[in-house]
């Protein structure tokens, strides 16, 4: 029996479909699962991909509540990437702004406003340590102080300098030592030591890198000062 030629080309179409369907089968791709889908009346949804995390101000994972300031600091690792001063999401100190150097890299802040006063960098290995002390001796009362190290931060320390830093609230500066990591923030009239300091020693059998220990990465919110009366 002939076929007729509307049955000739149905035939045609079912056997180029058979064929294509059990090519992809066999070679896998987008049109076997397709076809598989449609028979079977799924469908196939995209994964949602993992949302990321959210980053405020800094980095930091969490918003800093009203009036206080959101910051991260990161030391210098060992003599070759330097330090970092973030403050509000702006980078006071870093490599990418050419501002950094060699020793302490401090960033003064007004307490109350929270504006950037100064920015200075200290060389304690080479450098005069009369520098730092006329930078420090005169802070006003409330003035944030946010110190960064890079390579060696303590040797041309002397007493004053270690005492001026201590009644900023730090604790750890009596013990720095050479090449010591060290971050802090310390204020002028704070009453008690500041919550925000760590050091990291420089140890020959637990330093990260050969003569130096690990760099150090620091954050948090700190509060404005109510304005200063008189």
């Not at 993992?50 to 980053?55: A, L, N, Y």
């Not at 720095?176 to 923030?185: E, G, N, P």
Request: charge should be positive.
């Amino acid at each position: 029996m002939r076929l007729t030629a509307p049955l000739r080309a149905a035939a045609v179409l079912l056997l180029v479909g058979l064929t294509w369907l059990l090519a992809t089968s066999l070679f896998g791709g987008h049109g076997a699962s397709s076809v598989r889908n449609f028979f079977s009346g799924a469908s196939e949804k995209p994964t949602a991909a993992e949302p990321r995390p959210r980053k405020y101000k800094c980095g930091l994972s969490a918003p800093c509540p009203a009036k206080h300031l959101a910051f991260r600091l990161v030391s210098g690792a060992a003599n070759v990437i330097g330090p970092k001063i973030c403050l509000e999401d702006k980078m006071l100190i870093s490599s990418v702004k050419n501002n950094v150097g060699r020793g302490l890299n401090i960033a003064l802040v007004n307490g109350v406003t929270g504006e950037l006063l100064d920015i200075k960098t200290f060389d304690m290995w080479a450098g005069d340590i009369s520098d730092l002390l006329k930078f420090i001796r005169p802070l006003h009362e409330g003035t944030l102080v946010f110190v960064a190290s890079f390579d060696d931060a303590a040797t041309k320390l002397n007493d004053e300098s270690r005492r001026l830093f201590e009644d900023l609230g730090s604790t750890a500066v009596k013990e720095l030592a050479f090449r010591d990591s060290w971050v802090f923030v310390g204020a002028k009239g704070i009453e008690n030591k500041s919550p925000f300091e760590q050091r990291m020693k420089n140890s020959k059998n637990n330093n990260k890198y050969e003569g130096w220990p690990e760099s150090l990465e620091m954050d948090g919110c700190i509060p404005l000062r109510p304005p200063l009366e008189g």
